[in-house]
């Protein structure tokens, strides 16, 4: 353990029992109980804290909505949706040279902390796909998951812009690095929506990140775009048979996040310290293959304590998955949320 962390174990096994409540909120599912058993439940061990959960769709506008009258204190957020709340003044700012020390501040990657939040895991969006509806010649690239002819079937995809855009233009050929350039000028917008529309007959939509998972084990669809953790849950623990493409992911990154209206500013950052230890991330990362931001978390996970699967390999940054890779341009993403979100509305209202 590095000094720094072990002070501030230290200092969190030290701190009186205080009988405040905070309300944390998720995403729910797999994630939610993954967070539950490593990180939630020390923290409330370790500090005497009463702890409820809730569960939110992600959004800064559920934050706003929901936020002062549920009691909110920290929230699980999307880079992108952490930067458009704290602009509105819905988060409290944080100040990481009081929550790190130096040395911890340049143990984070690809990204630091900031004023409102700080980073905690790294996910991916991927494509996975029913193995029984392709018996023969399996997909194996983002195009396949734009090909009905030789693959097809039903796709499920998130009720939103958010990733298929990007998974749009790959399949055109636009290389990774050019992307999010691409897709800030009307050109890159029309370009991605025509090759959306080759499969506008095939769309099963979803709202809940627990849907696609399921619904290529019940049959549903035959391919699906979701969260890289979301399948893995139910490809090994329910042995369902699904398998994942990891061509073309792109990896986000999740913070955590205090909301403006909190009522228990200092559990909050005494919470956000413990969860971002490299102990708590690593604890996390061995329940659900969720990436750690601190680069010394890394060598720390092992094998998951119920399926004794080495969980490295399972991560959505492993070296051997190979394939384009994406990530997340937050800074774009907070940008054009009321662009983006108009354009696919309008594409949505085209096919009704």
């Known amino acids: 353990m590095r000094l720094s962390d072990l002070c501030l174990a230290c200092a969190l096994s030290a701190a009186p029992l205080a009988a405040d409540e905070l309300t944390i909120v998720s995403w729910g599912g797999a994630y939610e109980a993954a967070q539950r058993q490593a990180i939630i439940a020390p923290f409330a061990e370790d500090t005497g804290h009463d702890i409820e959960v809730d569960v939110y769709d992600g959004t800064w506008t559920a934050l706003a909505e929901r936020g002062a009258n549920e009691s909110w204190d920290v929230i699980d957020m999307l880079a992108d949706q952490a930067r458009v709340a704290c602009a509105r003044g819905l988060l409290l700012e944080i100040d990481p040279r009081a929550l790190f020390s130096p040395e911890a501040l340049q143990d984070f990657t690809p990204v630091g902390p900031d004023r409102c939040a700080v980073p905690q895991n790294a996910y991916a969006r991927v494509m996975a796909f029913d193995d029984r509806a392709f018996p023969g010649v399996k997909p194996t690239r983002i195009e396949d998951f734009f090909d009905t002819r030789r693959f097809p079937g039903p796709r499920a995809i998130q009720r939103s812009p958010d990733g298929i855009l990007e998974w749009a233009l790959l399949a055109e050929g636009v290389p990774p690095e050019q992307i999010y350039g691409l ?67 792109i990896i986000g990154i999740e913070v955590w996040a205090i909301a403006g209206t909190t009522d228990a500013p200092d559990a909050a950052r005494d919470f956000i310290a413990h969860a971002t230890t490299p102990v708590s991330m690593a604890r996390f990362a061995t329940r659900i293959p969720y990436g750690p931001t601190r680069r010394s978390a890394f060598d720390r996970i092992g094998l998951s304590p119920d399926l004794g699967l080495p969980m490295r390999a399972y991560l959505p940054n492993a070296p051997q998955h190979g394939g384009r890779v994406l990530v997340r341009d937050s800074g774009w993403y907070a940008n054009t949320e009321e662009l983006r979100q108009r354009r696919f509305r309008s594409w949505l209202d085209a096919s009704e």
Not at 191 to 200: K, P, T
Not at 225 to 249: C, H, K, T, Y
């Open 183 to 249: 897709l800030s000028t009307d050109r890159g917008l029309r370009l991605a929506f025509r090759r959306l529309d080759a499969i506008r007959e095939e769309i099963i939509w979803w709202d809940d990140p627990a849907k696609p998972a399921e619904m290529l084990e019940d049959g549903r669809a035959v391919m699906a775009a979701g969260f890289n953790g979301r399948f893995f849950d139910i490809a090994q623990r329910d042995r369902a048979p699904i398998s994942i493409v990891w061509d073309g992911r």
